[in-house]
């Protein structure tokens, strides 16, 4: 008896081990086809994304070249700018037929299409302006050059809707390949499930090893959160990623004795914004004059959240030191302003810490507490101003 109940068990413990080894084995195909699949999918996209990058250069640079030899009265330094826009020319129908060479989506077919339709119709024009300004006449060549300069931004939108498209597609396939994984992870606990209804022998270490899975896949999408980059509300850069760009601005400014500023940004009245008007209101407008002051600042400016309502700016390679005063002035005229918000009308001022960086050795942390305490300074001045240490 013992001996076939031990043969039962063994062949049980077989059959779930086999049943067990080939679903595992299956998922993890499963698994590794999507992965290669994103991979192919991602590895296309990039590509096509350097291609049309180079294409996009490529109608800058030749625009600018035209414009600058319409500046030119040297016939020489004329015929250096007409190489350099040719070499570019060349650089572009590289780029395109290295494009062409790809897999491509419907879209992006027809985005090309429209593309080689535009090029098509204005090279003509384009050439002909180019051969103009080669010859000797002396005309003004103002109404030619605004004619193609106009010709080369249709063709720029067009690219910049195909760089928009490819950055589209890179961040579904990423989101598919999430789904699918998930996909895979839903059937195999399922199909686990239906393997412990016969084997009940291993019920016990199926069920630690599932909760044992959970909670790996728990810790692993909790350290994901924390390592993320950018705050879920506005979009804008959070903390983690914050301080360290604080970290590389602070080296690069005593290193190099180049100018830079921490501003610390807290809004005085926003309190009062959600208890009138509800949270929903509220985020909404963090989220506005996230963008409105993103639309004040340079591109090398970042902009970050801490939470709540408490922003961080670095501004980094400055002019001069007034530049800041100018910075923080728009700041305060962008924060102060009323904004529509659905039906509600709300506003907020905003108290600016800025501590200017200087040759001091001080570590990020420490330059955000500098950059508070002038702002706690702004606050007791009256708010809606700012406070430089």
């Known amino acids: 008896m013992q001996d076939a109940r031990a043969h039962i068990y063994f062949v ?12 595992s084995f299956y998922s993890y195909n499963r698994f590794a086809e999507s992965r290669i699949h994103l991979d192919q999918i991602t590895r296309n996209n990039d590509a096509q994304l350097s291609n049309v990058l180079t294409m996009r250069v490529a109608v800058r640079e030749r625009a600018i070249l035209l414009w600058q030899m319409t500046l030119k009265e040297d016939f020489f330094a004329r015929d250096e700018l007409f190489e350099q826009f040719y070499h570019y020319g060349s650089e572009y129908q590289k ?4 494009f062409l060479q790809l897999n491509t989506t419907a879209n992006e077919s027809k985005l090309f299409s429209s593309l080689d339709q535009e090029t098509s119709n204005r090279a003509p024009v384009l050439r002909h302006f180019a051969d103009l300004l080669m010859s000797d006449d002396p005309s003004d060549h103002t109404e030619h050059l605004d004619q193609v300069l106009t010709d080369q931004t249709v063709v720029a939108d067009i690219l ?4 928009s498209l490819q ?12 789904r699918e994984t998930e996909n895979i992870l839903t059937d195999l606990i399922q199909f686990m499930i239906l393997v412990l209804i016969f ?7 199926v069920i630690l090893s599932t909760v044992k899975q959970s909670r790996l896949l728990e810790k692993v999408n909790s350290v994901l959160e924390k390592q993320a ?6 979009g804008l850069p959070n903390r983690a990623f914050l301080l360290q760009q604080l970290n590389l601005l602070l080296a690069n400014t005593q290193r190099h004795n180049k100018l830079g500023a921490v501003m610390f940004i807290d809004l005085d009245d926003f309190k ?21 002051m993103k639309e004040s600042l340079r591109d090398t400016d970042i902009l970050a959240r801490l939470g709540g309502d408490e922003f961080i700016l670095l501004l980094s390679d400055l002019a001069s030191a007034s530049q800041v005063l100018t910075v923080a002035d728009k700041l305060l005229s962008t924060l102060s302003a009323e904004y529509q918000i659905g039906e509600a009308k709300v506003h907020a001022s905003a108290s600016i810490g800025i501590y200017q960086l200087t040759q001091d050795k001080v570590s990020a942390e420490q330059a955000i507490i500098l950059a508070d305490k002038a702002m706690y300074q702004a606050k007791k001045a009256g708010k809606n101003q700012y406070f430089i240490i």
């Not at 597609?169 to 999430?178: L, T, Y």
């Not at 914004?273 to 996230?290: A, M, R």
Request: proline letters at 2%; glycine letters at 10%; a negative charge.
């Open 167 to 178: 950055q589209q597609q890179n961040n579904q396939a990423r989101e598919n390949s999430i």
């Open 12 to 23: 049980g413990f077989a059959l779930i081990f086999l049943v067990f080894a080939g679903s």
């Open 272 to 292: 009062p914004i959600n208890d009138e008007h509800g949270h929903q209101v509220g985020d909404q407008y963090l989220q506005l004059i996230s963008v409105k």
């Open 95 to 98: 780029a395109r037929a290295s």
């Open 229 to 234: 980059c950018h705050d879920s509300l506005t």
């Open 199 to 205: 084997g009940a022998l291993f019920a016990g270490f």
């Open 160 to 163: 910049d809707q195909l760089i």
